[in-house]
């Protein structure tokens, strides 16, 4: 698993390892079962706080990803990837719906509002 942080992105850095990791999940780079780095040595690897794996951890248990065993480790869990599909494909569709009422509000036209979405698309992959 290969995690790669931005420290020029508005996104924190423990949202940036939960959501690398959820997608490796997702996309079953990363298997049910299969045992994630420990808090250390991910804090160790990423150049970053131990409090910041915690909560990217944390965070990834409280959303049914992860689950931690006591003196084990954290291990991934077996994910329902129809269930998480839609779950993300209503996420998605609210904010879209949340930017495209602001970019009306600005007087964008929908051609503006693809040209955008193209750019972040863009961004998204440096």
């Known amino acids: ?57 944390n965070d990834l248990e409280l959303e049914g990803f992860v689950q931690t065993v006591p003196g084990k480790g954290c291990y991934v869990k077996k994910v329902d990837n129809t269930l998480m599909r839609s779950h993300y494909v209503k996420e998605t569709k609210d904010a879209l719906s949340t930017a495209l009422r602001q970019g009306k509000l600005a007087g964008l036209t929908s051609s503006d509002l693809h040209e955008l979405l193209d750019e972040l698309e863009e961004e998204s992959h440096e």
């Open 1 to 57: 698993m290969r995690i790669v942080l931005s420290h020029q992105s508005s996104v924190p850095i423990y949202e940036q390892i939960k959501e690398q990791i959820k997608a490796a999940v997702l996309s079953g780079e990363l298997p049910e079962g299969e045992l994630l780095p420990s808090l250390r040595q991910l804090a160790r690897d990423l150049k970053v706080s131990v409090i910041t794996t915690t909560r990217a951890y």
